[in-house]
Each structure stands twice: as C-alpha cells, then as structure tokens.
C-alpha cells in the first residue's frame, strides 16, 4: 500500500465511503420514485458505489501514481452523486408542489 494512503482510525475512509452506498441505496428503497427519476436514480446508484470502490482501489494501487489516479475518481464520483443527489431531491420537493 502507497504511504499516502496508510490507514488511520479517525477518518477511516474505507468505511465510511461504503455506508454512504448503503445509506444511499436504503435512502432509494424506501422511496417511490416515478419513471421519470429512474435514470437519475440509475446513475446515483452507479456514482455513490463507485466511491468506496475507487477508495479500495487506491488503498491496494501499485504506486503512488496509481493511488492518485483512484483517489481522484472517487472525489469526482461522489461530486456527481452529490450532483444526481441534489436532482432527485429537487425533483421529488417540485412533485409535492403541483
């Protein structure tokens, strides 16, 4: 594992990267969702996972390059989670308005 990435107990990434998915995904189970949300809901499934996957990959990456390159794709997914997140929830306050 590249010393950039040794873990730390405080902030331990690994795990909090994963139950956010979770937390994600128990959030859009619970939910009804009307079809014209689902493709949102698709790519926010995809992006909030893909954090915690690219995370694990940089912990196990070859090189510090590598480790870079993985810890850069998962601030970049969970911006566009952040993104997908703030569409459904724009979606789902404008429905309870009409």
Sequence with gaps: M???LEK???YDLEERTYAFAL???MFLRNTKWDPVSWP???QVLRSSGSIA???IEAIEAI???DALYRLRLS???ARETGLWLRLISH???GSHLT
Excluded: G, H, V
Aim: glycine share 0%; net charge positive.
């Design 8 to 10: 730390s107990k405080p």
């Design 2 to 4: 590249p010393q950039l």
């Design 91 to 93: 979606r789902r306050i």
């Design 53 to 55: 996957a690219n995370y």
């Design 75 to 77: 601030k970049k997914e």
């Design 40 to 42: 949102d809901i698709k």
């Design 23 to 25: 937390e994600t995904r």
């Design 63 to 65: 090189s510090e390059t």
